[in-house]
């Protein structure tokens, strides 16, 4: 069974009442709740020793789940160089919403991620512009959600490998809210949808872009390459 956590910074539910009403176990606890009967689930948080993501965590990790949203500089340097390198041996990352400016997802785009936003309680429809990719499989055409956050392009984000949905938003907007990259061993899935005060993780359609995208992240069995110094292979 494929291995997941799920991290959250966990700070918006400890101190906003109505993000509490919204996420009473945490985000964290709720992307746990609809991933657990398919996948192996454990959790990290942004105040356990090492933001919960130890070595052994890590090690023991396919795919990494990751939201966070006000206390992304917070998140020491020396974790998210472990997850980089993790992901550049194989491990999968799914970036959810916000963690657009989490430091680890800067990292390996190489660029600012920045992009428009509105909370205006609006209507977003998400596209599905790559019908044929797994992380689509069972969605659909489209779909619809009543309340989310607007983001806007541009996106500061690498072209990406490939582009699986496009949203668009009441007020007008559109934006690339579904992209996949490849970085070393480890495949990437950005989705963004999940602001806090909207309900977004309850959707049906939406668990289940989210399931897809575990197994499509999950690690092959492909070799990590070895690097430097080499013997030469035949006889010189």
Known sequence: MIQVTVWNEYRHEKTDEKVNEVYPEGIHGQLKAFLKNDFQVKTATLDEP??????????????????????????????????????????????LHSGHMSKIFMKLMGTSCDLKWREANERCRIWNVNPSHPIVEGIGE??????????????????????????????????RGGCTYRRGNGKIFYFQPGHETYPSYYHPQVQRVIKNAVNWCAPTENHYPTYGNHEPLEKL
């Open 142 to 175: 489209y779909i619809d959600l009543e309340q989310e956050e607007m983001y806007g392009e541009h996106f500061d984000i690498p072209t990406p490998d490939e582009l699986v949905f496009i949203n668009w938003y009441q007020g007008g907007e559109v934006f």
């Open 50 to 95: 090492e933001h919960g993501l130890t070595e052994e965590v890590l090690n023991d990790t396919d795919v990494l789940i990751w939201w966070g949203h006000i206390a992304h500089q917070e998140v020491s340097d020396e974790v998210v160089d472990r997850v980089h390198q993790r992901v550049l041996q194989g491990m999968g990352l799914v970036v």
